[in-house]
Every structure is written in C-alpha cells, then in structure tokens.
T-cell receptor, first 113, second 112 residues
Framework: DTGVSQNPRHKITKRGQNVTFRCDPISEHNRLYWYRQTLGQGPEFLTY????????KSRLLSDRFSAERPKGSFSTLEIQRTEQGDSAMYLCASSLGLSSGIYFGPGTRLTVL | DAKTTQPTSMDCAEGRAANLPCNHS???????VYWYRQIHSQGPQYIIHGLKNNETNEMASLIITEDRKSSTLILPHATLRDTAVYYC?????????????FGTGTRLQVTL
C-alpha cells in the first residue's frame, strides 16, 4: 500500500497523559498536513510542513501540541497533558502541491477519558 | 472560514446520476475548486479539482459555471459505496499557504 499511513489507528488515554502519533506520507510528497476532526464536523487544519519546515500553524494548535518532521519524511504529532476536549480524529495528509490533490491517511482516533 | 455553501444532505437512487451543487460566489481568480469525500470512519478522499474548465476523471465530472461562482459534482452512476459526505472546497493554486478549509459538506445517501 503506497498511501498515507498513520499509527496508531486508535488511542485511548487518561486525561493528563501525553500521546504521540506518527504519520508516514506518500513517498516523494514534500508537503505534509495535520488536521483534526470532531464528530459531525469537517476536518480542521492544524499545521503544515514543506519538507522539514513547519510553514503554518493554526491557532487551534495550542502550546500543548507540537508537530515535527525532522528529516522531511515522516511526521509526529504530540499532545501533552491531554484534555477531554482533545478527543477527536487526527488526520494526516500529504501532497506534491495543492494542484495535485491532498491525500489523506485513515486517521488516528484519540479518546481521552 | 469555509468559502462554499452546500446542501446539508441529498438522496440518490442507485444507478442514477448524483448531482451535488456548490456555491462559491467569492472565489478569486487564483483559486481552484476541489472536491473530496469522506466515507464513514475513513480519511477524506480526493475526487477531482478544476479551475475554470469542466473536468472529468474515472470517479466523477466537475462542471464549473462560466462566472466560476458555482459548480456541480456529478457521479454518473451512483452506487451504494458512494454514500459519503462530499466536501466542496476552494483553495489556492500555488504558494506556501496551502491549507484547505473544509466546511460541513453534503451527506449523500445512495439508496436501492
């Protein structure tokens, strides 16, 4: 399968714990995106990388959230001191550029108890 | 801020064409129209995009009005597997500001 992969697919954690998600984009895609989606809503943009540079961050990305893409390939999204409001589907996507379409992974569903 | 307006839901009989409308009256000259869909519990799937000409691929056709203020996604022969939420999005062609802003989309229900 040469699509975007995300791990884990599901994560259940207790409030206050830290969690980290991994995204492996389609190879050779230089752009990588993180989105968050809550029930009944469309995906909301969190942040975007071009190669290893984080070029844009949403105001939704509080200081408890950090994303990295150290070698311009895979990316990690860490949430520190999780809160119940962080429960959502976290989607990763990659592209060669918008005009070529953005390709999403299956998402990581986070449940904070 | 989503720049598009879509009906909340639509029904379509299996085998018939599904025509999903989208209004984007404030679209600017450097913005494409993109369509994505999301089947339950999966990530969004790219369908098609266009600038001003009509486009067709193996999944769908995209008809954009001459003034570019609205468009229609056409699934020529809808099947039950096409049941999904369909998102119409306008976004930039180039540049580093490359995020797509999703609205709430149209929930298409294909029935027997």
């Amino acid at each position: 399968d040469t699509g975007v992969s995300q791990n884990p697919r599901h994560k259940i954690t207790k409030r206050g714990q830290n969690v980290t998600f991994r995204c492996d984009p389609i190879s050779e895609h230089n752009r990588l995106y993180w989105y968050r989606q809550t029930l009944g809503q469309g995906p909301e943009f969190l942040t975007y990388f071009q190669n290893e540079a984080q070029l844009e961050k949403s105001r939704l990305l509080s200081d408890r959230f950090s994303a990295e893409r150290p070698k311009g390939s895979f990316s990690t999204l860490e949430i520190q001191r999780t809160e119940q409001g962080d429960s959502a589907m976290y989607l990763c996507a990659s592209s060669l550029g918008l005009s070529s379409g953005i390709y999403f992974g299956p998402g990581t569903r986070l449940t904070v108890l | 801020d989503a720049k598009t307006t879509q009906p909340t839901s639509m029904d379509c009989a299996e085998g018939r064409a599904a025509n999903l409308p989208c209004n984007h009256s404030t679209i600017s000259g450097n913005e494409y129209v993109y369509w994505y869909r999301q089947i339950h519990s999966q990530g969004p799937q790219y369908i098609i995009h266009g600038l001003k000409n009509n486009e067709t691929n193996e999944m769908a056709s995209l008809i954009i009005t001459e003034d570019r203020k609205s468009s229609t996604l056409i699934l020529p022969h809808a099947t039950l597997r096409d049941t999904a939420v369909y998102y119409c999005i306008v976004g930039p062609v180039t540049g580093t500001a490359s995020k797509l802003t999703f609205g709430t989309g149209t929930r298409l229900q294909v029935t027997l």
